[in-house]
T-cell receptor
Framework: SQKIEQNSEALNIQEGKTATLTCNYT??????LQWYRQDPGRGPVFLLL?????KEKRKERLKVTFDTTLKQSLFHITASQPADSATYLC??????????FGPGTRLSVLP | EPEVTQTPSHQVTQMGQEVILRCVPI?????FYWYRQILGQKVEFLVS????????KSEIFDDQFSVERPDGSNFTLKIRSTKLEDSAMYFC????????????FGDGTRLSIL
């Protein structure tokens, strides 16, 4: 069955450092991979989408990489701020396959 | 910025009763979705809807669930005979265009089954 893992349930980092979150998957052939942010009691908010033929995507302080050989995506937040504290979800999307979210990583950026 | 709105924000229902959760997607979006998130667990896909019919559904979306777009703006999820395990946050989402696009989520309806 399809499985998505995100490196850790929780990650604490110091303000100003780069946060790196990992998403690994098995038994899935994604055409797209998306990253979302979810704050407590709120719906997920879209951040970045990367296609299977793209290696890297950037948006402001965010960077996503996608390695279909390793079946892995890395999500980086540079110069992290306390306001970046949230749960980050990766999501896979493939033709003929349901959209699937990972369990999320709860990021805490400490001042 | 346009947003997806969901009502009610919290619904409390007796087990066995029917509930209807309502969503107003972003007006120019063509694809609509329902997800659920049981407390402390991951967001789970239920169903996607395009061109007035279900395009994909998960194993969770069994015969007790149905979706409808009764008019040009609303998108509803009906649960026919609720069970205790239906207690969860239910999120509606919409996306524009054809194929895979970023999804815009509402802030959910918290459904509590007693």
């Amino acid at each position: 069955s399809q499985k998505i893992e995100q490196n850790s349930e929780a990650l604490n980092i110091q303000e100003g450092k780069t946060a790196t979150l990992t998403c690994n998957y098995t038994n899935y052939s994604p055409a797209y991979l998306q990253w979302y942010r979810q704050d407590p009691g709120r719906g997920p908010v879209f951040l970045l989408l990367i296609r299977e033929n793209e290696k890297e995507k950037r948006k402001e302080r965010l960077k996503v990489t996608f390695d279909t050989t390793l079946k892995q995506s890395l999500f980086h937040i540079t110069a992290s701020q306390p306001a970046d504290s949230a749960t980050y979800l990766c999501a896979l999307d493939g033709y003929g396959q349901n959209f699937v979210f990972g369990p999320g990583t709860r990021l805490s950026v400490l001042p | 910025e346009p947003e997806v709105t969901q009502t009610p924000s919290h619904q409390v229902t007796q087990m066995g009763q029917e509930v209807i959760l309502r969503c107003v997607p972003i007006s120019n979006h063509l694809y609509f979705y329902w997800y659920r998130q049981i407390l402390g667990q991951k967001v789970e896909f239920l169903v996607s809807f395009y061109n007035n019919e279900i395009s994909e559904k998960s194993e969770i979306f069994d015969d007790q669930f149905s979706v409808e777009r009764p008019d040009g703006s609303n998108f509803t999820l009906k649960i026919r005979s609720t069970k205790l395990e239906d207690s969860a946050m239910y999120f509606c989402a919409s996306s524009e265009g054809t194929g895979r696009q970023p999804q815009h989520f509402g802030d959910g309806t918290r459904l509590s089954i007693l």
